[in-house]
């Protein structure tokens, strides 16, 4: 109920209780007054009734005769004046609790939120303005205390992932860091052997690099820069070339599956490279030691262009698919899933591909049945010339 509509009942109610308490009192008084005093000696015309000066004088000469009189008129009066007061003051009260304890509470909310206290509840009110406030209040305590938490979470996860950025790092500078004394102590002692060992600590310095990149990538907000117009085919067909050798020497077979017809989009070539870059990685970094395919489609439908990677590799729990492009979300280790790493190839390239419009997601039927992750960007409908994405990188 409205303030305006509950305040106006309380006033009924103040002017309703008090006519019929004095109603009431009236009619017993008289009663009692007329079976004790000889009320039939108080005779007055109706003349008289209309001259007050006259009636008063009467009423004087009835009350001389009758001096117990007044004691009844005495309390007539004062109970008359209770039957105004005791409700209106009754229903005064009632009225300004139901202001003041939605008040007293949101005062109280206010100090437990200074004071950094929010696990509490706001209660609403029986006024609709006030119950409005209570739930706005509570709302917004909600808010905070999501934001507390996930504030924890995430100072959480930024622990793990300096703690596993810091093994990423460990394990490639104790290599090279190995490999180095062991040319000083002449262990390399065959041009085949000092090859062997530059190869290898090359190596380590480009995943050193590789991961010093993603870092770099992870800090910034990821935009769609030098954006040009092409069939998305052509970055694809790029793309698996390049890691051509690399699935050949995991036993990987890739199939294509690419629409008839142009797949016109409009990205940053450079930036879906680094997503289909991960996506492939993935696909060799979580391989089943029987792994033999990795199945790119390409289609459009509905006025999107999508890209389909399908693997058959160690898979993912359905249970942790809403939680592997968080930037910072790194699986246990003891669970063998697409998200173990250091938790910043997939956030890197969902930034990307929302930075272009588009969407991207994985599925798996479950650890062991392959996952297969999915893009989709809006398909460009205007014709243009500039159809070269490798041109543009």
Known sequence: MKIRQKFGFYNIIMLITPIFLIGVISVLFVFLFVMKFPVEEFSVTRAQLLNPVTLIRSAGQFISANPGSVIYVFWWAILCISAIAVPTTVITRIMSKSLTEPLDTLTKSVENIKNGRLNFEVMGSDYDELN????????????LLASRRREEELK?????????????????????????????DGVADTPEKLAKYLSTIRSK??????????????????????????????????????????????????????????????????????????????????RRADSQSLIVRAFAQDGSVYIHFTDDGIGI?????????????????????????????????????????????????????????????????????EKDFNNRR
């Open 317 to 385: 729990d359905p249970a942790q698919l809403a939680s592997v492009f968080d930037i910072f979300y790194r699986a246990d280790t003891s669970r063998t899933s697409l998200i173990q790493g250091n938790g910043l190839g997939l956030g890197i390239a969902k930034g990307i591909v929302e930075a272009h419009g588009g969407k991207i997601w994985l599925t798996s039927a479950g650890e062991g049945k392959g996952t297969t992750a999915a893009i989709s960007l809006p398909q460009y409908k205007e014709e243009s010339n």
């Open 156 to 184: 959480e996860e930024q622990k793990l992932l300096i703690a596993n950025i810091s093994h990423d790092l460990k394990t490639p500078v104790t290599s090279i860091k190995g490999y180095i004394d062991g040319i000083n």
């Open 132 to 143: 409005a406030l209570c739930e706005g209040f509570d709302s917004m305590r909600r808010a």
């Open 205 to 286: 310095a480009d995943a050193i690099e590789s991961l010093a990149n993603n870092l770099r990538a992870a800090s910034v907000t990821e935009k769609a820069e030098e954006l040009c117009t092409g069939d998305i085919r052509e970055l694809l067909y790029d793309i698996l070339d390049s890691y051509r050798l690399d699935l050949e020497a995991c036993g990987i077979k890739v199939t294509t599956d690419f629409a008839e017809g142009e797949l016109i989009v409009r990205i940053d070539g450079k930036k879906m490279k680094r997503v289909f870059s991960n996506i492939i990685e993935n696909t060799i970094k979580y």
